[in-house]
């Protein structure tokens, strides 16, 4: 059976090497994103599925658009029998859902019809959820709502981050579309219909979103911390000797049963900086000032000296404000 695999984000290499691999499916192209220019220099930089596409040895395509006619006659010139798509970061458009006969299916991180949207991994982490996984879908016009197929769940551990979460559901991912596929080829697929009163939307990830609130509890912080880490980050800012100074928090654990006002400073140790929130503290472990590298509690301190009492806070003191 053909296959063209529509991915961008590194979540969609793990379902990409597999398929590639798997005696039943060939991979007759992969669609991703045009690079786009990245960090500070602005170097031009291919998205991680094309790098993955390429070391495979797999034709890749890179439209800026997809109704762009000479794509769609090159992907019609392909004759998939299915389309996948997995964090291609793009909508399809109805003649390419009804181009494949077999159908267009869709890995999704969450256990929809939870966590609808772009950044399902990010809130459900930050919801405090005890529970995600992963779902292959058959795609419709709307976003995330087609029948689904197979769903398969995972424990939110208290160790997990982004990071962590992202890679163990991009390689559940990977297990179940093959298995998905091997179900729809040998006619033995049975779908569901979502209940869209059980719908919840994961909306993109905003600066808002990445701004610490020290008023919110100690477990909100902590899992919205541990939401953007590696990037984009949680930040704030914090008090120095030079004024305040924005600051993103990378890991952290919270600490029941300490008093201070939200955002205080109320221990420092070999444990990290522990701050106040809301019913408890946040035992800062790690750190990145602007412009700075990432580094331990202990490290930021050494170059930037703070005392119990001071602050971190959610707005810069509005006579430092420039």
């Known amino acids: 059976m053909k296959v063209v695999y529509f991915g961008t984000s590194s979540f969609a290499c793990p379902s990409l090497y597999r398929l590639v691999r798997h005696p039943s499916f060939e991979v007759t192209g992969v669609v991703t994103q045009p690079d786009r220019p990245r960090g500070r220099a602005g170097k031009l930089t291919p998205p991680p599925v094309k790098q993955a596409a390429l070391d495979l040895h797999c034709k890749v395509f890179q439209p800026e658009t997809l109704s762009n006619s000479a794509f769609i006659s090159q992907l019609k010139y392909l004759r998939p029998d ?30 929809l019809p939870q966590y609808r949207g772009a950044a399902p991994i990010q809130r459900a982490i930050m919801d405090g959820g005890d529970e995600t996984g992963v779902t292959i879908m058959r795609m419709d016009e709307k976003l995330d709502t087609g029948d689904i197929l197979l769903r398969q769940s995972t424990h939110i551990r208290g160790t997990d981050n982004y990071q962590t979460l992202h890679d163990r559901l991009a390689e559940l991912g990977g297990i179940l579309l093959a298995e998905a596929l091997t179900l729809v080829t040998e006619n033995r697929a049975v779908f569901s219909k979502q209940n869209p009163s059980e719908a919840t939307y994961a909306a993109k990830i905003t600066r808002e979103d990445e701004l610490i ?3 919110a509890s100690k477990r909100q912080v902590w899992n919205q911390i541990r939401a953007l880490y590696p990037g984009p980050g949680a930040y704030c800012y ?5 004024g305040p100074k924005l600051v993103k928090l990378l890991t952290a654990e919270f600490e029941r049963f300490v008093k201070g006002k939200p955002g205080e400073i109320v221990a420092i140790n070999k444990e990290g900086i522990h701050v106040a929130a809301n019913r408890g503290a946040v035992v800062i472990k790690e750190l990145q000032l602007e412009g700075k590298k990432k580094m331990s509690a202990g490290d930021f301190l050494r170059g930037c000296p703070l005392e119990t009492g001071q602050h971190f806070l959610s707005t810069p003191p509005k006579n430092e404000e420039k």
């Open 82 to 111: 299915f389309i996948v798509v997995a964090a291609y970061g793009k909508i399809l458009p109805k003649n390419i859902l009804e181009l494949p006969p077999k159908g267009c299916f869709n890995i999704h991180g969450s256990l």
């Open 213 to 215: 609130r020290w008023d």
């Open 238 to 242: 914090v008090e120095t000797d030079k």
